[in-house]
Each structure stands twice: as C-alpha cells, then as structure tokens.
C-alpha cells in the first residue's frame, strides 16, 4: 500500500486568527519600524540582525549570515512531523517614499515599496504565534530571512541554498508570501502551477559606422538599425510565438549619440524577456538573438545579444500542496481566497519551489477608503495594515498543518 500524500488534518488545534488578533498592535509596530528602516539589496544587515534578534528573544534557535545577510530561525515541534519553511524576503528598493504616513522611511531614495517590510512582520507575527502553540506544534518549522530578493540574477534565495538552507533538516515543503498591492486587503490570491515569469534582462549592442549626419549613405546608421530592431522584436510575440502562451518583451532602455549631426558607431538596448514555462523561454531566446542579427546584418551593421546568466526561474507552485493550502486558507474567518491569474514579474522564491513542493501566495493590501490604491513598488505604496494579521494567520496555520503531513514523494 502506497503512503497517502498528506494525512487528513481535520480542524486546527489552535485558532490562529485570533492569535494573531491578539498581537495585531505589536505586528504593526515591527512593521512600521521596518518600514522606517529600509536597507537596498545586499545591504540588510540593519534589518538581519533586527529579525534574528527577534527571533532569538522568542526562544527560537537562530543561524545568522546564512549566504550574506540571510537568517533562518528553528523551531522544533513536540511531535514528529514534517518540515516546513516559510520565507520573507527583506530588501527594499531604490525610491524616494512620496506616500503619506507618519512613519515614512528615514532613509532618503530608499523604501519598502515592494512591501518586504510586512512579509517581515508577518513572519516575526507567524513565530510568535507557533513558539506559543509548540506544544500543538509537530514537525519542524524553519524560518526565512531572504535578502536581495529585488536584485536579479544570482538574488538571494540561490545563496541560500547554496549555504544549505534547504537541508539539515531537509525541507519538506516551502511558503512565501507576497503583499499585493493592486488586490483587497483581506484577499488572498492562489493558483496552481505557474504563478510568476522568468524574468530574462537582455543588452544588444548594435555595432554601425558613423559619420556625418548628412551623408547616412558613407555609414551604417546604428540608430535607424536600432529602431528597427526595436520594432522587429515585438514581432516575434505576434508573429512567432505560440499565442496561447504568455510572452512579453520589453525594450526599456536605448541609448545612442551624443550630437544631432553624427551619426554614431554603436547603439545598445537594454530589455526584459517575460515567460511561464521553459520551453517558451528557450525559444523566444533564441528567437530574439536570430531577429536581432538578421535585423542588424541587412543593414550592414552587426549585433552582439547577450541575456543575464542565473535569471530568476518560473515559479511554479506544486499542485497537491497548493489544493490543500487553500483548503486551509479558506478556515481562516474573515479572509476571502481568490484563485488568480499568473504575473509576470520575477521572484527568486522559484528556486526555494525547485527544491521542496509548496506555494507562493499574495495578499491583498489596497483599500480605496484609506487611500491605500498604488501598486507595489509605486513611491505612494501604501499598505492597509488591517490586512496583517491574516498573513501571519496564515503562515502560522500553514506551518502547523503542513507539519502534520506525511513528507512529499
Ligand atoms: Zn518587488
Ligand atoms: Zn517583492
């Protein structure tokens, strides 16, 4: 007889709301302090240490530096179980806060603006309220502290990993928790398989000949070839790739020139490529390095296209582990559970998803009657804190029932 993938958990032991409601005034301050407090990729050792020592004040057994600023806690249950890791990513982002609250960042041109803050607070909310429960508690909960999740290529989760966060003892299954501006607070968002995109940077540089604004024939005019280019690449979504499954490309950034009348020797581009699965990704790879090339060659000029090594993967939720995490979003009074559709945007909590099976979920933080109506990494971002204690409910509930399962085959 094969093992059932997870045993039947029944009713939680420990109403976690009303835990949660019970520290809602202290979740808000961790919050706000944060908030007031942010620290750019790579550089959280403000905040590192901040988490780790809340961490420790609760009892909790705590490894600091774990590939750079990270910090996981370790909280070992009374009973046998599995192990379940849950992760806050804690950066924040290059911007001047324009939002008004009165706990605005003392940090000029830097903000949580992406929210790491809350997930933060929301996971110092969870350890708490499990350090209380550790006698309802099976298995082991391991606690994330991610930094440079905000950064690309390499990020932070990848260092992590390779400092051996998914082992000793080894993961069983992993969450993550994403603040979501442009939905309600109270409002979780959950979906099956790919949730969020490879986000794939690029830089082409267009090699030409310059010369005299009015001779464009005795040149290769790198600028028209690049506005060509610019042009050819969008053909590759309508043209080329199969419609039903998302493709992106996005030029964000040109540059070229210094003077009306010169025409330069080199232009370069700089883009992002958005895809949700492997295969699309491959092929609109190499789709753009063909285009690009054959674009620049009939003009005369030629192209180097390069993409960014270690680009974040698709995050992709496990099917199984997310069916039964939203049966247990759903126990959570007052809370609605949306089933949503993929972003394209990046998230390097896809490499702690290749390793364990588990679920990146968000929860909504916009509320039009206080003002909280920007998305994430707006410089207006603004969060409805009322929507706090839902997210460290839920972490916590996930812990604790994802802990009495029998370990993923
Ligand atoms: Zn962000
Ligand atoms: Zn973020």
Same mark, same amino acid.
């Given at each position: 007889m094969s093992t059932p993938f997870?045993?039947?958990?029944?009713?939680?032991?420990?109403d976690f709301l009303a835990e949660a409601k019970r520290i809602e005034p202290e979740l808000i301050r961790t919050r706000r302090t944060l908030h007031q407090h942010p620290e750019l990729s790579y550089r959280e050792t403000w905040t590192s240490k901040f988490v780790a020592d809340r961490l420790e004040a609760l009892g909790i057994s705590v490894k600091r530096?774990?590939?750079?600023n990270g910090v996981v806690g370790i909280l070992k249950g009374s009973a046998e179980g599995s192990v379940v890791a849950l992760r806050a990513d804690m950066d924040a982002l290059p911007v001047t806060e324009a939002a008004?609250?009165?706990?605005?960042?003392?940090?000029? =041109? +830097? &903000?949580h603006a992406c929210g790491h803050d809350t997930h933060m607070a929301m996971l110092l909310g969870a350890a708490e309220i499990l350090v209380r429960a550790k006698d309802e508690l099976y298995g082991t909960v391991k606690f994330f502290f991610q930094p440079?999740?905000?950064?690309?290529?390499?990020?932070g989760a990848l260092p992590m990993i390779e400092d =051996? +966060? &998914?082992?000793?003892?080894?993961?069983?299954y992993v969450f993550g928790l994403h603040i979501d501006g442009d939905r309600k607070a109270g409002e979780f968002g959950v979906r099956e398989g790919p949730v969020m995109a490879a986000p794939d940077s690029f830089r082409i540089r267009i090699k030409g000949r310059g010369g005299h604004g009015s001779a464009p024939h005795k040149t290769v005019d790198p600028v028209y070839i690049a506005a060509n280019v610019i042009l050819g690449l969008q053909g590759i979504s309508s043209r080329?790739?199969?419609?039903?499954r998302p493709f992106v490309i996005t030029v964000g950034s040109v540059h070229s020139g210094t003077k009306e009348n010169i025409i330069p020797d080199y232009a370069e581009l700089n883009g992002t490529i958005r895809t949700l699965d492997e295969e699309t990704r491959k092929a609109a790879k190499r789709r753009v390095a063909r285009v690009v090339e054959g674009i620049c060659r009939s003009y005369g000029g030629s192209a180097e296209v390069e993409f960014e090594r270690d680009a974040y993967p698709v995050t992709v939720n496990d099917p199984r582990a997310t069916e039964q995490a939203v049966k247990l979003l759903r126990k959570i009074r007052g809370a609605r559970v949306r089933r949503m559709e993929p972003i394209l945007g990046g998230e390097d909590f896809s490499r702690f998803l290749q390793k364990a099976p588990g679920m990146f979920y968000f929860l909504g933080a916009a509320n039009t009657a206080k003002g909280c109506v920007y998305p994430n990494h707006s410089s207006r971002f603004k969060v409805d804190e009322d929507t706090l204690k839902f997210g460290a409910a839920s972490l916590a509930l996930l812990a604790s029932e994802f802990g009495k399962m029998s370990t993923p085959k």
């Open positions: 997870i045993r039947p958990c029944g009713t939680p032991a420990v530096g774990v590939g750079g008004d609250v009165d706990f605005k960042s003392k940090v000029d =041109g +830097v &903000m440079a999740e905000e950064h690309g290529g390499r990020g =051996g +966060v &998914m082992l000793d003892p080894k993961v069983d080329m790739m199969d419609p039903v």
